[in-house]
Nanobody
Framework: QVQLVESGGGLVQPGGSLRLSCAASGSIFSISVMGWYHQAPGNQRELVAT???????NYVDSVKGRFTISRDNAKNTVYLQMNGLKPEDTAVYYC???????????????WGQGTQVTVSS
């Protein structure tokens, strides 16, 4: 079994910062891409940022310059540092990981349970 557990969400004022963490555990052979998505009420889940095992990153335009994604491969953990938060960043944030459970397993995407981020004064 594989689990992704997120932490670090909460309530923050506009302009503030939060750091999200997501740790993958269980029977894992390798993880290729890890990422963060968010979903606001009434909206679809949308990409925020991704990072490969080699450290290449990709961001949606709305967070460029404000958010930074990073990962610790030894800990199977991905982070999202969010600075300059805006009310429109309010959403449930989900992490995911594209991983193989064994060397012969197909790549499968796993999701965390989500963590609420609320930006409000």
């Amino acid at each position: 079994q594989v689990q992704l557990v997120e932490s670090g969400g909460g309530l923050v004022q506009p302009g503030g910062s939060l750091r999200l963490s997501c740790a993958a555990s269980g029977s894992i052979f390798s993880i290729s891409v890890m990422g963060w998505y968010h979903q606001a009420p009434g909206n679809q889940r949308e990409l925020v940022a991704t990072i490969t095992s080699g450290g290449s990153t990709n961001y949606v335009d709305s967070v460029k310059g404000r958010f930074t994604i990073s990962r610790d491969n030894a800990k199977n953990t991905v982070y999202l540092q969010m600075n300059g938060l805006k009310p429109e960043d309010t959403a449930v944030y989900y992490c995911n990981a594209d991983l193989r459970r064994t060397s012969w397993s197909p790549v499968t995407r796993y999701w965390g349970q989500g963590t609420q981020v609320t930006v409000s004064s």
